[in-house]
């Protein structure tokens, strides 16, 4: 799908879009305008990929724009890599903002001007504490905080000092701005929050103009003020914070007056997604950057194959709510799983090849089998799939002395090799080891196209390819990255890797209309999963990533002994 083109699927309903509809009928919000506000400190993940959804889907709703604002006050972390990537990602998610890309740090001369507004209303001071005096005199949820001794300070000094502070006379942590709001409140947040502090940092946008930036409460409401948003829409964690919020918003002479409303944050089973830990996880090397498939970014997701539709089909049935809850990664798959099963073209891939020679097959030939493309999607079409003497099918597929209930190759059973003939296997080949490396059969020419005139049943179908005609590729398996559904649970959430997580085949087989697939797009190989080509891949060396596995053989092999 195209930028921006995603369509409205059915309007839904949760209690923000009870919000926002109310304010349109009450002809408070024309237009209804809100923003995704991402640090750039790091990726998006699939947690940001609901906040996205949620603002950009309802201002599509309700005829509105939605901003893409980087909330970038901190450049001590903040890169313009991060930017790129954010861009892309959101993009990606089917998401377009327009002319509508903001930064909080174009706003910094605005700001700049309120803090000198506060300070001159006797609303702000500077304040010549250290970090530790200030924390022990901000007091706890049960006692006041107690005033800090500069706060007192003339309007004059302050101007003063905040002035100094901008001209870079001072050294990082000297001396902060504080709001001048109450030491004694209930809500630690109106405390006397620090509105700047001194950062002698180059920043990805400004560079050096500045050496004092605005914390998060300073600029983001203001910000919001600034670009006429009308719902701000963010997580439980600022709840505590929207008195604040409201205490700017009402002091300040700014152009509009926005109002913040929290919704719960995305938790996930199985996975993290906190920046501060998806960041270890990349910096020290416990995964292969931050598009590694194992990752919740949405840049590993893409390189995975999960498709952007599937991802906001989960977004928006897991909802909107204002409890926390942990969502199982299970249902992320499961909106995958169904995308794919309609979309993805069929094709047959040997992932642990066993040769087979067909014995009365004539050497040398090779037949064209028609091949159908998708079975819930006529339009796809058909492919041929070459076949000849010798093949490959999958290691699996074979017991040399089989249970009970295994249908499939063993010596003296007849299967079907899927498209193409009934074929039964003769004799095993084995190595020094006494290993099989290679099975001797027949085929039955009647039965081409996979079906007996006589009638004869066989109990399995079997994928394979034609050895001559095959193409070897590189196949990356993944697993959970954690091992248990809530890692850390227990403390050290590094010790809850799974060190099984990606395992790597070599010298797989492919159909050779696999052979020039773009990167990304989706396939179905037959009986194993969904996979798509990896960035990585070269005409020389191909390499496909498994998306997800047909059914969730994960939860199974875990519930069975092994
Ligand atoms: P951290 O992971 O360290 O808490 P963050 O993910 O909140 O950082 P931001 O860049 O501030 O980083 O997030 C941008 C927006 O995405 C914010 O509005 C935030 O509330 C929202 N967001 C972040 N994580 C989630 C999540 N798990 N579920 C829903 N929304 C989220
Ligand atoms: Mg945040």
Redesign the pocket.
Known sequence: MDDGDVAVEDAKHDFIREIVRDDVEAGRADPVVTR????PNGYLHI??A??ICLNFGIAQQFGGRCHLRF?DTNPVKEEQEYIDAIETDVRWLGFNWGENRFFASDNFEQLYDWAEHLISAGLAYVDDQTADEMRETRGTLTEPGTNSPYRDRTVDENLDLFRRMRAGEFPDGARVLRAKIDMASGNINLRDPVLYRILHATHPRTGDAWCIYPTYDFAHGQSDAIEGVTHSI??LEFEDHRPLYDWLIEKLPVPSRPRQYEFA???LSYTV????RLIQLVTDGHVRGWDDPRLPTLSGLRRRGFPPAAIRDFAGRIGVAKRDSVVDVAMLEHCVRELLNQEAPRRMAVLRPLKVVIENYPEGDTEHLPAVNNPNDESAGTREVPFSRELYVERDDFMEDPPRKFYRLSPGREVRLRYAYFVTCQEVVKDANGDVVELRCTYDPETRGGNAPDGRKVKATLHWVSAAHAQSAEIRLYDYLFSRPDPGADGDYLADLNAKSLEILEGCQLEPALADLPVGEAVQFERQGYFCLDPDSAPEKLIFNRTIALRDSWAKAKSKPT
């Open positions: 995704f506000p991402p640090e947690g940001h609901k906040s909330d963010c997580t944050r995305l938790n997604l906190s920046k501060r």
